[in-house]
């Protein structure tokens, strides 16, 4: 029998349903992960420890296989490689190298949209510009890997070289700060028209001078954002689209809600990481794995948004710099109807730092509620509830109380 094989580069929570959906569409699948035990592992055919940016190594495997599909839908910077490996071996992608180099980049992104006039906070190009407080990030990382906001000289020097640390290429960009709240919008784009299925409200630890930014929660919809602001969002999200040529994929962009306006942060053409996948799918009705694997083979996909109206939380567990052991209690939150779902992204014995990344959370769970009240008072009892242990036995979890 010829088998069809697809590769899927990343072994993380989300990418179990793509693995899953390919399945059922008739193909073995290849995993390529740099991690021992990525969660992903147990649903491929096939695994592959290696980096999802070591593009010579998975090229040397994948020729040795029928391979008709390279995909990435949710993990960052993976599709720059996934987009390159497709056109190395002759297979339909959702945007050129081009297109996937210049919205992986956070430098020529930001040129783009500034010379797009899309809304976006000033880039200092030269040290003598600094006005602090600003924004120090790697160029080429996500999952606020090495994104600090610093007040001072001093301050900036350390984050320059934190940052540099953290990227592939030695660089990093420096930019105004705004403040503001923080939202993610998740959109699809199909025949180059864009459409918003989900705007979240970020939770934000880390808006103090030379500390790490990132988030700890999202809720949707946000109370912060009203018609007007929606319609000022579409018409952003579809300015990108048209000046980054997207035609058909998956949309994620991160933005700042400031005096009634909005500031694109940066975008991605991919599918959110962590829960992003099931909050979209909860609140709007939209499959967007499945959506991705459409942009990636050529399908074309008609989208019937049927949105909710009741309100999701997305809740991230981070914990103090440890060896990860266990989480407890969850079982109980998910019988009693606190937890709608929970998702563990680290194996026993894995390590946790104090970076506060998207890599440095255990886990991840989902609360639907019907009103403000209601979601308050369950978040609150499952902090209560769970609990994360080292493997020296101690509780190591971080909890932020809403």
């Known amino acids: 029998m010829i088998y069809k094989y697809a590769a899927v580069l990343g072994g993380t929570n989300p990418h179990i349903a793509l693995i899953?959906?390919?399945?059922?569409?008739?193909?073995?699948?290849?995993?390529?992960?740099?991690?021992?035990?990525?969660?992903?592992?147990?649903y491929c055919d096939f695994f592959f420890q290696i980096s999802i940016f070591d593009f010579e190594k998975i090229f040397t495997e994948l020729k040795k296989y029928n391979i008709s599909l390279v995909i990435s839908a949710c993990v960052d910077h993976a599709n720059v490689t996934a987009i390159d490996l497709c056109s190395r071996l002759g297979l339909h992608t959702p945007y050129n190298s081009k297109i996937a180099l210049q919205t992986s980049n956070k430098y020529y992104m930001k040129k783009i949209m500034l010379e797009s006039k899309i809304p976006t906070s000033k880039l200092y190009e030269s040290q003598d510009q600094l006005t602090f407080p600003v924004v120090v990030k790697p160029t080429d990382?996500?999952?606020?890997?090495?994104?600090?906001?610093?007040?001072?000289?001093?301050?900036?020097?350390?984050?320059?070289?934190?940052?540099?640390?953290r990227s592939k290429t030695n660089n990093f960009i420096v930019e105004e700060y705004i403040d503001g709240i923080e939202i993610s919008v998740d959109a699809v784009v199909v025949d180059g028209k864009s459409e918003v299925l989900l705007i979240r409200e970020?939770?934000?630890?880390?808006?103090?001078?030379?500390?790490?930014?990132s988030?700890?929660?999202?809720?949707?919809?946000?109370?912060?954002?009203?018609?007007?602001?929606?319609?000022?969002?579409?018409?952003?999200?579809?300015?990108?689209?048209?000046?980054?040529?997207?035609?058909?994929?998956?949309?994620?962009?991160?933005?700042?809600?400031?005096e009634n306006d909005c500031f694109v942060i940066e975008f991605a053409p991919r599918v959110g990481g962590g829960l992003n996948f099931r909050a979209v799918e909860i609140m709007s009705g939209v499959d967007i794995i499945k959506f991705t694997y459409d942009c990636f083979i050529g399908n074309k996909t008609i989208i019937n948004p049927n949105k909710r109206k009741v309100i999701l939380l997305c809740y991230h567990l981070y914990t103090k710099p440890c060896q990860f052991r266990e989480i407890t209690g969850y079982e109980k939150c998910i019988k009693e109807g606190l937890m709608k779902e929970i998702y563990i992204h680290k194996n026993t014995g894995e390590s946790t730092s104090s970076?506060?990344?998207?890599?440095?959370?255990?886990?991840?769970?989902?609360?639907?509620?019907?009103?403000?009240?209601?979601?308050?008072?369950?978040?609150?009892?499952?902090?209560?509830?769970?609990?994360?242990?080292?493997?020296?036995?101690?509780?190591?979890?971080?909890?932020?109380?809403?």
């Open 20 to 42: 899953n959906l390919l399945k059922k569409k008739g193909y073995k699948v290849l995993l390529f992960d740099s991690r021992k035990q990525p969660p992903a592992r147990p």
């Open 355 to 402: 970076n506060f990344s998207s890599s440095d959370r255990v886990a991840s769970f989902i609360v639907e509620a019907s009103d403000h009240i209601e979601l308050k008072f369950k978040v609150n009892k499952i902090l209560e509830q769970i609990d994360i242990y080292s493997m020296n036995n101690e509780s190591v979890a971080i909890k932020e109380w809403l």
């Open 202 to 213: 970020k939770f934000i630890r880390g808006n103090t001078k030379n500390s790490v930014i």
């Open 141 to 165: 990382c996500g999952g606020s890997k090495g994104v600090r906001k610093v007040g001072s000289y001093n301050e900036y020097i350390h984050a320059v070289n934190e940052a540099r640390k």
């Open 215 to 258: 988030n700890f929660a999202s809720i949707s919809p946000s109370k912060q954002v009203n018609q007007e602001l929606k319609n000022k969002i579409n018409k952003v999200v579809q300015s990108i689209s048209d000046a980054f040529c997207l035609n058909n994929t998956p949309l994620l962009v991160q933005m700042l809600i400031c």
